[in-house]
């Protein structure tokens, strides 16, 4: 696959306590395969569909145990370059850009209004080798309640063009504050904006929702709750596809979509 363009997710990483656990969920779930954990890089496990790379999961660092969560990251031409923009935009780095051997080099940031996210200038390692196909990374959306705050820094930080959804005369649609951010132009959207409402529980903080492709979105569902995972949002259909939100019995938040099956006339952008 072409090295991704600035600004472009790029790759889709998660730390869980129990990696055997997280890889006999996704494996069912998402149909993936996993390869050998790298010792030297903290026993990082690239997962694999149909033969090629979609996603990794790692364990927490010694001393460090985290909440388990999806971290989606942004293609970058220069890792240092563009953590120097993450700050001068109001963000704030939580791991300074560190080479990761002849890979590429990789940085972990927080937006001004709490989402985190990943930066990724590739080496050997490009990021994803399949996209928006069952069992691959499919789309991401930035939830938050300072939509400003988040659509600024976005703009500042990587080469975005942005367009605002327009409800038009859609009743579930009304007061939906939703963006879209392209690179190269707007036939190529890379990521959505969303204002959390008040129907999100207030001790949840601005995250990124990643979306993974899959056949069957219902069937996705069940197995997910089959696991002991949760089901939040959906099954929904939509223009772009049927999808929900889950999240695992770890406790990290995903959506599944099945792409082809759509509903309803796409929304105009103005």
Not at 94 to 105: A, S
Not at 122 to 136: T, V
Not at 200 to 213: K, L, T
């Amino acid at each position: 696959m072409a090295e991704f363009p600035e600004g472009a997710p790029c790759w889709v990483d998660a730390m869980f306590s129990d990696v055997e656990g997280a890889k006999e969920f996704y494996g069912d779930v998402l149909g993936w395969t996993f390869g050998e954990a790298s010792s030297e890089y903290g026993n990082y496990t690239q997962a694999y569909s149909d033969g090629k790379a979609v996603a990794a999961v790692v364990p927490p660092m010694p001393g460090g145990e985290a909440p388990s969560q999806w971290c989606l990251y942004f293609a970058s031409s220069d890792a240092a370059a563009t953590a120097e923009k993450i700050k001068a935009a109001g963000g704030t780095l939580m791991m300074e850009p560190m080479q990761v051997g002849t890979f590429g080099t990789m940085a972990i940031a927080k937006e001004p209004s709490g989402a985190v996210f990943g930066v990724w200038q590739p080496g050997e390692h490009k990021g994803f080798e399949k996209l928006g196909e069952s069992g691959a990374y499919a789309w991401a959306e930035v939830f938050t309640r300072e939509p400003e705050k988040a659509d600024a820094f976005l703009s500042q930080v990587f080469p975005y063009e942005s367009r605002q959804m327009d409800p038009g005369d859609d009743p579930e649609a009304a007061g939906m504050d939703f963006k879209v951010f392209s690179v190269g132009g707007p036939q190529n959207p890379v990521l959505g904006r969303m204002r959390m409402g008040e129907e999100f529980p207030p001790e949840i903080p601005s995250y990124v929702q990643v979306y993974f492709a899959v056949p069957d979105c219902d069937e996705a569902v069940a197995k997910t709750r089959k696991h002991g995972g949760q089901l939040h949002f959906g099954p929904m259909d939509s223009p772009f596809g049927r999808f929900a939100a889950v999240t695992d019995p770890q406790g990290a938040a995903f959506a599944v979509i099945d792409l082809s099956t759509t509903v309803g006339e796409m929304p105009s952008f103005g």
